[in-house]
């Protein structure tokens, strides 16, 4: 039996809890062992929780417990979670994590602190949610030159679009209605002035061209002054709007990475991924188009990307070691073509 | 360095041994090593060959240098493939294939003679040929049960659909310039009647539900017999004809499995799969849908998947174990509505 920690008892917190409790089979038939969820960190108090009885306060807790191998960060935010995240890891303890917004920050730095202690730092869910896109990236097309990857990596400000293209609604009751439905936070912005969607490219671009790419760095645009009329305006002309992430390798020494909305064309594989929907298209030099579809949020899709990462820990399968240099290549937005009396540009997929 | 060996010189033979020269720094940077072809088997000449000094007609040169560790071998087929194969995992020997056709209806003995042998039999290029498929079932969605997987796993006939569906043109046509492509063989049987499809469809299944299924124990139908009017049917009532690889754990005891064309709803992200390109849909309990899409077969996204698998046995990864029980569950064709006035189930994807 294997004992782990789950740090943030949130909806992606109690969303691993739950799916290793009620998939403990398939886990441990997979895993080889069974995962025990012997601690959950959280600053608030569950009185009537099913798990209650594992909830602590203190982070020293798990720190200083040598029977936990693997813990799981799923607080979200760079600034907690930092700083426990690197003294798991000081300690030699594997990390796995959903948290985006650390990994594009610090994960160079994450990963480094990992390697000199011999353990991993993992962040499947960190892209996609439950899609598997990390892995893929770094596995499956390890043989290729990673020449682009265009992705809708944000299932919130997909849905606004998916609402604003089907049913001429305005962004502003789109946004609404997402967050009635639990599809928008009360504060929407990281989602809807795309950086959520930032932290992702620059996350899967790092990896693809093993060069750190500071979210900091690359053009963002979001969908909050998107008007319906540019809506309409690309859907006369045979497009369809979608917030996108992108990376292209342009030569040794230049990448482009830029987040904005832009004009698809209808027949595109990205063209007709809807509401809470991603997907995302990555090309390589020998395999061509592949594309990774899937929803890109949500309690148990992230669970099952965390979980595959803790069962890859259990396992202790040799991950593909990430090194990555520190950016020398200049970045910049691509030079695209403009839709003709809108701001969107026109992707060529 | 490693010395590896390519049994088969054809497309995807050829493909690996140029994709390995061609991107040597990538893959000696993703392997640690670099990866040397040293061997090359075929019993054709290539007299004005680039690589002629590596081409050798005698097997035995192979599985007798101790220096070999990992072989690709991309004969094709289960007579010689399948002989070569048992001897080389028995010498221990990694193979990596991408050998539908074997790995279907030897790949449960095949690989417990692997594990026997302590060494690995990777066929990630047997399914969906670039595309990642087996590794995210094995690695990524590992912390689900696998519900149902539905896919577009042959190009060949993928292509004669699209052209039926869009340019109107007849099976027979449509067939005549596939062959002209290059897309269908001289002889286009195992394609068009879905044979291709039945070993592609048994091999994720046989992975995701943990049971052998044998290709000769399902239900095939191919499109040979489909006529222009059951495609234009279908088209007015808002379904594209596909021709699906069906898989579906109805229960803990039974299976459906079936190959067949179907009817299918235009808004499904498998509709809007044209040409040559595959795609897997995969639904597991915690992660809902993921698709994965690409060219499902050609030389270098075939090669690609080949050499990722190499790359994986330079690496030592600890692979997942697959361990097959004998099928003990029953394995039945679904019972599908069938579209009006044709002969096409209806998949509600």
């Given at each position: 039996?294997?004992?782990?920690?789950?740090?943030?008892?949130?909806?992606?917190?109690?969303?691993?809890?739950?799916?290793?409790?009620?998939?403990?089979?398939?886990?441990?038939?997979?895993?080889?062992?069974?995962?025990?969820?012997?601690?959950?960190?959280?600053?608030?108090?569950?009185?009537?929780?099913?798990?209650?009885?594992?909830?602590?306060?203190?982070?020293?807790?798990?720190?200083?417990?040598?029977?936990?191998?693997?813990?799981?960060?799923?607080?979200?935010?760079?600034?907690?979670?930092?700083?426990?995240?690197?003294?798991?890891?000081?300690?030699?303890?594997?990390?796995?994590?959903?948290?985006?917004?650390?990994?594009?920050?610090?994960?160079k730095?994450?990963l480094e602190?990992?390697k000199?202690?011999?353990?991993?730092?993992?962040?499947?869910?960190?892209?996609?949610?439950?899609?598997?896109?990390?892995?893929?990236?770094?596995?499956?097309?390890?043989?290729?030159?990673?020449?682009?990857?265009?992705?809708?990596?944000?299932?919130?400000?997909?849905?606004?679009?998916?609402?604003?293209?089907?049913?001429?609604?305005?962004?502003?009751?789109?946004?609404?209605?997402?967050?009635?439905?639990?599809?928008?936070?009360?504060?929407?912005?990281?989602?809807?002035?795309?950086?959520?969607?930032?932290?992702?490219?620059?996350?899967?671009?790092?990896?693809?061209?093993g060069?750190?790419?500071?979210?900091?760095?690359?053009?963002?645009?979001?969908?909050?002054?998107?008007?319906?009329?540019?809506?309409?305006?690309?859907?006369?002309?045979?497009?369809?709007?979608?917030?996108?992430?992108?990376?292209?390798?342009?030569?040794?020494?230049?990448?482009?990475?830029?987040?904005?909305?832009?004009?698809?064309?209808?027949?595109?594989?990205?063209?007709?991924?809807?509401?809470?929907?991603?997907?995302?298209?990555?090309?390589?030099?020998?395999?061509?188009?592949?594309?990774?579809?899937?929803?890109?949020?949500?309690?148990?899709?992230?669970?099952?990307?965390?979980?595959?990462?803790?069962?890859?820990?259990?396992?202790?399968?040799?991950?593909?070691e990430i090194n990555l240099r520190?950016?020398?290549?200049?970045?910049?937005?691509?030079?695209?073509?403009?839709?003709?009396?809108?701001?969107?540009?026109?992707?060529?997929?």
């Open positions: 039996m294997v004992d782990i920690a789950v740090l943030g008892y949130g909806t992606v917190g109690s969303g691993v809890v739950e799916l290793l409790d009620k998939n403990k089979d398939i886990v441990r038939n997979n895993a080889g062992e069974e995962i025990n969820v012997k601690y959950i960190l959280d600053i608030k108090d569950f009185e009537n929780d099913k798990y209650k009885d594992k909830l602590v306060k203190n982070f020293d807790i798990i720190l200083n417990d040598k029977d936990i191998k693997i813990v799981a960060e799923v607080i979200g935010g760079v600034t907690v979670a930092y700083e426990y995240t690197k003294r798991l890891l000081e300690a030699g303890k594997n990390v796995v994590t959903s948290n985006k917004e650390l990994v594009a920050s610090h994960g730095k994450l602190i990992a000199k202690h011999n353990v991993k730092y993992l962040f499947e869910a960190s892209v996609g949610g439950g899609i598997p896109i990390i892995h893929p990236l770094l596995q499956c097309l390890e043989a290729n030159n990673i020449q682009s990857i265009v992705g809708i990596m944000n299932g919130t400000t997909n849905y606004i679009l998916t609402q604003m293209i089907e049913k001429n609604m305005s962004f502003d009751k789109a946004l609404s209605q997402a967050k009635e439905l639990g599809y928008a936070e009360a504060n929407p912005d990281a989602d809807i002035k795309g950086y959520d969607t930032c932290r992702k490219i620059c996350i899967l671009a790092s990896i693809a061209y060069e750190y790419i500071n979210p900091d760095s690359i053009s963002v645009k979001g969908i909050e002054n998107l008007t319906l009329e540019e809506v309409k305006k690309a859907e006369e002309k045979g497009y369809v709007v979608k917030l996108i992430g992108y990376a292209n390798k342009k030569s040794e020494a230049e990448i482009e990475v830029f987040v904005s909305p832009c004009a698809i064309k209808k027949d595109s594989p990205l063209a007709n991924v809807n509401d809470v929907y991603n997907a995302i298209l990555v090309t390589g030099d020998m395999v061509g188009d592949t594309m990774y579809y899937g929803k890109g949020a949500g309690k148990f899709p992230t669970a099952s990307a965390v979980c595959s990462d803790i069962i890859e820990c259990v396992n202790l399968k040799t991950t593909r520190e950016s020398r290549i200049m970045i910049n937005k691509p030079e695209l073509k403009v839709l003709e009396g809108t701001d969107l540009p026109i992707l060529e997929e």
